[in-house]
């Protein structure tokens, strides 16, 4: 930085460029801007996936019931059964990711006269976390 002395007051001639403390502030603020952006959005993609998982077993459970639904002769007492076991939703399976299981009970409303009530749960893992959706109705057997 050159002075001027003359008549004149002092005046300074502009230095060009940025220094290196510049530069590493700059950086310095830059990761802390960073890091807080990604700490708001890693929480968000884990709902995500959750969200993910929760509706692909509800839709899975929608699925087996009508299923089910279209054939009400396969409608029988049973507790606990596989919807394979019967022969239900073969067209989803390949769609489903790993882990997602499901299983139907079917019980006779007594006094109803063929009125069962029949409740799908399909259950998955979230980590250690056990996850589970259920999904009950009312069918007639034809």
Known sequence: ???MLRDRRLEAEPEQGT?????LVALAMLAVLTT???AIFSPTALWISK????????????????DLRDKRSLLQAVNDIAPEDLGLAQPYKPALP????????MEVMAGYGGLYKVEVSVNWSEGSEQR???????MRRV
């Open 1 to 3: 930085m050159k002075l």
């Open 19 to 23: 220094t290196l403390l510049e530069v």
């Open 36 to 38: 807080t952006v990604l």
């Open 51 to 66: 969200a993910r998982n929760e509706t692909t077993a509800a839709n899975y459970a929608a699925a087996l019931l009508e």
């Open 98 to 105: 790993a882990g997602i299981n499901a299983r139907i009970d």
């Open 132 to 138: 589970e959706v259920k999904m009950t109705t009312l």
